[in-house]
């Protein structure tokens, strides 16, 4: 198979990072590709819950303001951008890979697959990924990955705020099934509440039991 049909490109096409942010997509549509993804995920250092990738293919034009990466937002601007994404955006795939998944295979493969899941389920066949990171999952799609790419694609962050907003949504949700550990605080990751929370209670069924801060605990569960 040939590097064009799979992998990442390489070459003049994708050098360093330029400072239009939609710069990396308008360089894949000189090369004749047309529907171009972005991917992100959040959720890969918590504690608890699911890692959840989003995959977003926007429109070649549009209002993209205020889309930045997932971090440097505000719950309230990001749930603003979310909606805006939604209705904007030509399709939008989401994948998962829960904490059993990432006690069984470790977490960066269960971010790869949940990335996976995300590009698969778009209504729209992507032809080219923008993927955030170092490291692309194993499909048959042209894909360049882009370090701190969520602050230097708009297709990457875009997917940034897709997959934060829906996985902050679902820890919510599970602070009603487990309301000793407040995850609607803290989503999962680290803090001193959830910590303390963990050596008191031990770990809940969605902590991740492989993962430093809840594996010392795993014989401390009621």
């Given at each position: 198979?040939n590097?064009?049909?799979?992998?990442?490109?390489?070459?003049?096409?994708?050098?360093?990072?330029p400072?239009?942010l939609?710069a990396f997509e308008?360089?894949?549509?000189?090369?004749?590709?047309?529907a171009i993804?972005?991917?992100?995920?959040a959720?890969r250092?918590?504690?608890?819950?699911p890692?959840?990738?989003?995959?977003?293919?926007?429109?070649?034009r549009?209002?993209?303001?205020?889309?930045?990466?997932?971090?440097?937002?505000?719950?309230?601007?990001?749930?603003?951008?979310?909606d805006?994404?939604?209705?904007?955006?030509?399709?939008?795939?989401?994948?998962?890979g829960?904490e059993?998944?990432?006690?069984?295979?470790?977490?960066?493969?269960?971010?790869?697959?949940a990335m996976?899941?995300?590009?698969l389920?778009?209504?729209?066949?992507?032809?080219?990924?923008?993927i955030?990171?170092?490291?692309?999952?194993?499909?048959?799609?042209?894909?360049?990955?882009?370090?701190?790419?969520?602050?230097?694609?708009?297709?990457i962050?875009?997917?940034?705020?897709?997959a934060?907003?829906?996985?902050?949504?679902f820890?919510?949700?599970?602070?009603?099934?487990?309301?000793?550990y407040?995850?609607?605080?803290?989503k999962?990751?680290?803090?001193?509440?959830?910590?303390?929370?963990?050596?008191a209670?031990?770990?809940?069924?969605?902590?991740?039991?492989?993962?430093?801060?809840?594996?010392?605990h795993?014989g401390?569960?009621?």
């Open positions: 198979m590097r064009r049909s799979r992998g990442h490109m390489t070459g003049s096409l994708f050098e360093d990072a400072r239009d939609f308008k360089r894949a549509m000189r090369r004749g590709y047309t993804a972005g991917i992100d995920e959720g250092g918590a504690l608890a819950g890692v959840v990738a989003a995959a977003v293919i926007l429109p070649s549009g209002d993209f303001s205020g889309i930045d990466d997932s971090k440097k937002l505000s719950p309230q601007q990001r749930d603003v951008l979310y805006q994404i939604m209705a904007q955006s030509l399709a939008v795939g989401i994948g998962c829960d059993k998944l990432i006690d069984r295979i470790n977490i960066l493969q269960a971010t790869l697959h996976t899941k995300a590009v389920s778009l209504s729209l066949t992507p032809d080219f990924l923008l955030d990171g170092i490291s692309s999952p194993s499909l048959d799609i042209p894909a360049r990955t882009i370090k701190k790419g969520d602050s230097t694609s708009f297709s962050a875009a997917a940034s705020i897709v934060k907003v829906t996985r902050d949504r820890m919510v949700s599970l602070g009603e099934k487990y309301p000793d407040g995850f609607p605080m803290h999962g990751y680290g803090s001193k509440a959830h910590m303390d929370a963990i050596a209670l031990g770990p809940c069924p969605v902590h991740r039991l492989t993962f430093r801060g809840v594996r010392e795993v401390d569960r009621k």
